[in-house]
């Protein structure tokens, strides 16, 4: 069972930015993948970005550049840093873990984007 809690969250004007965490608990973090995904109203959940245990990184298209997702195993946290944030980066973000064969779900966060 893994536990995980997020912060972060806010409004931001566009072209601001934002950092969110991710705290785990109940596993090995070191052995987690993690990932945040995000849900915009109407749309569907997409995958914004993720890091392996050997710290290879993946991003959306849409959030390539501007977005940065890293890991501090000592603490047991994953960040996403959003950088040049624009309005339809506006969604709730869902931090994601996977570990033997199961999926965890943090409870959300809301980030909006908006002047």
């Known amino acids: 069972q893994v536990q995980l809690v997020e912060s972060g969250g806010g409004l931001v004007q566009p072209g601001g930015s934002l950092r969110l965490s991710c705290t785990a608990s109940?596993?090995?973090?070191?052995?987690?993948?993690m990932a945040w995904y995000r849900r915009a109203p109407g749309k569907e959940r997409e995958l914004v970005a993720s890091?392996?245990?050997?710290?290879?990184?993946t991003y959306a298209v849409s959030v390539k550049g501007r977005f940065s997702i890293s890991r501090d195993n000592a603490k047991n946290t994953v960040y996403l840093q959003m950088n040049s944030l624009k309005p339809e980066d506006t969604a709730v973000y869902y931090c994601?873990?996977?570990?033997?064969?199961?999926?965890?779900w943090g409870q959300g966060t809301q980030v909006t984007v908006s002047s």
């Open positions: 994601n873990a996977l570990t033997a064969g199961k999926a965890y």
């Open positions: 890091v392996t245990t050997a710290d290879t990184t």
């Open positions: 109940g596993s090995i973090f070191s052995t987690i993948f």
